[in-house]
């Protein structure tokens, strides 16, 4: 036992299983998709709900990039959380593969946004990436919901795994 206390170790799947939660309360229900956006949301949705999980999911994946400092720690994390996903909110085998499909596309478009380091209009062609794939004309609603929510979910994601490790040991 040295002069330092030890940091509790906290096992990464238990903080993956709450990021999994996030983005299936936030994202699984077409219901939930109409609560957020209303008229925006078609009757046949399946698309748009796959785009919604889609962009929850790369908030995840960029704030354990960004809040893990351990490499081989976030991919773990990382690959455990679409594994997660794919099992939980996923419901048959031609969604799976449209939501890879989508990711895939969707994940260079939102981090090349993300690595736009010489402009400050980041949230907004982030949002806006979003509406040309969830809408079929550009909405103000979408773009700035986006901004809104999607980008609290970074950003406090982050810091809570930032505070985290500082005061515990990610295993």
């Known amino acids: 036992m040295g002069f330092f206390p030890r940091k509790e170790k906290v096992p990464a799947e238990s903080i993956v299983k709450h990021f999994v939660d996030i983005c299936i309360s936030k994202g699984t229900s077409k219901e939930r998709l109409r609560e957020l956006f209303g008229d925006v949301v078609s009757d046949d ?13 790369f908030a995840v994946v960029h704030s354990i990039q960004r809040g893990v400092q351990n490499d081989v ?13 794919y099992q939980q909110a996923i419901f048959n085998n031609r969604q799976r593969l449209a939501l890879k499909s989508i990711i895939n596309e969707r994940y260079a478009t939102y981090f090349a ?13 982030f949002g806006k990436a979003l509406n040309d794939n969830f809408c079929e004309e550009p909405n103000l609603l979408v773009q700035t919901y986006v901004v809104e929510y999607v980008f609290g979910i970074m950003m406090s994601l982050t810091e809570m ?3 985290l490790q500082r005061n515990c040991e990610l295993v």
């Open 45 to 57: 949705s399946d698309k748009q709900y796959l785009e919604w999980m889609a962009v929850l999911m």
């Open 73 to 85: 720690l976030s991919k773990k994390m990382i690959d455990l959380f679409h594994a997660s996903v």
């Open 113 to 125: 946004i993300m690595h736009q380091h010489l402009t400050n209009n980041i949230p907004l062609n």
């Open 161 to 163: 795994l930032k505070d």
